[in-house]
T-cell receptor, first 111, second 114 residues
Framework: NAGVTQTPKFRVLKTGQSMTLLCAQD?????MYWYRQDPGMGLRLIHY???????AKGEVPDGYNVSRLKKQNFLLGLESAAPSQTSVYFC??????????FGSGTRLTVV | QQPVQSPQAVILREGEDAVINCSSS?????VHWYRQKHGEAPVFLMI?????EQKGHEKISASFNEKKQQSSLYLTASQLSYSGTYFC???????????????FGQGTTLQVKP
């Protein structure tokens, strides 16, 4: 049972480039989330989804887009990367009993 | 609104106890607690639901005070493995007007020394 898998694990982007982060879960969870983690800032919610085909904005959604075309996948897109988006990105999914399962993270550097 | 955790950091000796608090300016429907070790993903510890129900690990306890809008995590007889950063998250119940969105506090760093 793989749980929540994030790809890639590391990435370096140049300012203005675009990329997509993939989150895949095999636990049949309805809800999925994208957070970013910066030193001293905790985990900040970017976007989340309560089911296939639905998405909603979190605390810091600007500069990001998401899609949930299949229940098991939640994609996070950066259309034009900026140095301020340098961060560690965590995906999470949640079952009906509320406990979140996190992926191992993606470390993104924008230069 | 991000919940506020206190203290920001604590250092313990093995066997000592610690309490970490999580306060919110909004009414709490549920509180989650997670622990994160350096370079790793957060790991689930505990959920407290409105009404007092708890779900989580046997060796960690927590309280949920609706009047004060505060939760406290109790770590007793600490072990070296308890070291890490503890995060609380506040959110809504499934099936309520909330969507299950979870907002985390800034974290409390716990270091347990031999």
């Amino acid at each position: 049972n793989a749980g929540v898998t994030q790809t890639p694990k590391f990435r370096v982007l140049k300012t203005g480039q675009s990329m997509t982060l993939l989150c895949a879960q095999d636990m049949n969870h309805e809800y999925m989330y994208w957070y970013r983690q910066d030193p001293g800032m905790g985990l900040r919610l970017i976007h989340y989804s309560v089911g296939e085909g639905t998405t909603a904005k979190g605390e810091v959604p600007d500069g990001y887009n998401v899609s949930r075309l299949k229940k098991q996948n939640f994609l996070l897109g950066l259309e034009s990367a900026a140095p301020s988006q340098t961060s560690v990105y965590f995906c999470a999914s949640a079952p009906p009993d509320l406990a979140f399962t996190f992926g191992s993270g993606t470390r993104l550097t924008v230069v | 609104q991000q919940p506020v955790q206190s203290p920001q950091a604590v250092i313990l000796r093995e066997g000592e106890d610690a309490v970490i608090n999580c306060s919110s300016s909004k009414a709490l429907y549920s509180v989650h607690w997670y622990r994160q070790k350096h370079g790793e993903a957060p790991v689930f510890l505990m959920i407290l639901l409105k009404g007092g129900e708890q779900k989580g690990h046997e060796k960690i306890s927590a309280s949920f005070n609706e009047k004060k809008q505060q939760s406290s995590l109790y770590l007793t007889a600490s072990q070296l493995s308890y070291s890490g950063t503890y995060f609380c998250g506040t959110g809504g119940l499934w099936g309520s007007s909330n969507t299950g969105k979870l907002i985390f506090g800034q974290g409390t760093t716990l270091q347990v020394k031999p």
